[in-house]
């Protein structure tokens, strides 16, 4: 996952403060993408769902079509997300 673009479009989107998307942008690869992991299963479905926008937004089709398709198959928000 391109952690880093993804942190530009969410912080855009008030999803995730600058001082977050400063911190992920400053991590390494993993280690920035293990950070948005976890701010994402905090954040709620909104968030969820900004974020699969924001994967989209920077040509990660795949990995948002997976996601969206286990949060439709399922039909409610994953349950690690908290509202």
Do not use: C, W
Not at 22 to 41: F, G, H, P, W
Not at 44 to 53: E, H, N, Q, R
């Amino acid at each position: 996952m391109a952690a880093k673009e993804v942190s530009i479009r969410l912080e855009s989107k008030r999803i995730i403060t600058h001082a977050e998307a400063v911190e992920i942008r400053a991590a390494t690869s993993y280690d920035a993408n293990q950070k948005l992991v976890d701010l994402m299963m905090k954040r709620g479905l909104d968030a969820f769902l900004s974020f699969i926008t924001a994967l989209e937004e920077t040509g990660q089709q795949r990995l948002a079509e997976i996601l969206r398709a286990s949060h439709v198959k399922t039909n409610e928000r994953p349950s690690s997300f908290q509202t």
